[in-house]
């Protein structure tokens, strides 16, 4: 069953036009290999930017990049599986994060979703595993998937998008400051090293400048 599961999310990945239906946002982001365009000694470099309209509540304008290197894993492990280095911003801004060892996943997404998490936790003196727990829910229940192209060294290439707003309606939202109408949207396409095309979390604000804009996206130049 579980290699019959695992056929049937490779096969809506490689080809989302022609799909039925789409795949669930789970397995697009959490179940499927995403390495298969990522062989050993692939380098992945993701662009950060972050911005807020009230820099003094919800922190300062910066740009950064997140470096993923992808080596093999130990002997006798299965070939989708990586090994995967994270140097995870620079400078005074850098901070520890893995090796992780035996992946089938890219390991950028997490590390983004828990930087913002920690972020918008610290900013709104909010419960961290809170707004987790959102997220997650709502990418499992209630997530818009679409199919996506996706630019790629000069041309389009199939994938998807998945859209979700974890914090409309929720009992708390008048505590979120303007920030319940955040929207997280996820791209991807198993023909981008890594899947991992880009992730944009953003809130709308008044005369349509955002109160939050927070985006990864990778750079196949490097």
């Known amino acids: 069953m579980k290699l019959l599961r695992l056929t049937l999310i490779l096969a809506a990945l490689a080809a989302p036009a022609q799909a039925q239906e789409p795949p669930k946002a789970a397995d697009l982001l959490f179940e499927a290999p995403q390495f298969a365009a990522a062989p050993a000694g692939t380098t992945l470099t993701y662009d950060y930017r972050r ?19 992808v080596a093999a894993p130990e002997a006798g492990h299965p070939e989708t599986e990586r090994t995967v280095q994270v140097n995870f911003f620079t400078g005074e801004r850098h901070r ?36 987790k727990n959102a997220i997650r829910a709502a990418l499992r229940d209630r997530a818009e998937v679409r199919p996506a192209t996706v630019p790629l060294h000069g041309s389009d290439v199939p994938g ?15 505590r979120m400051r303007g920030l319940e109408g955040l ?29 939050w804009e927070e985006t990864l996206a990778y750079d196949p130049k490097g």
């Open 51 to 69: 911005k807020a309209q009230d820099a003094e509540a919800f922190g300062p304008a910066f740009a950064d990049r997140i470096i993923l290197t």
């Open 96 to 131: 520890a994060a893995g090796p992780f060892e035996g992946v089938t996943g890219n390991p950028v997404m997490i590390l983004f979703l828990e930087n913002h998490i920690r972020d918008l936790s610290a900013r709104l003196s909010g419960n961290a595993r809170y707004f």
């Open 160 to 174: 998807w998008q998945i859209r979700v707003r974890p914090f409309v309606g929720d009992p708390n939202a008048e």
């Open 183 to 211: 929207t997280y949207t996820f791209t991807v396409s198993p023909q981008v090293p890594g899947a991992i095309a880009a992730i944009a979390v953003e809130a709308p604000g008044p005369a349509g400048t955002p109160l």
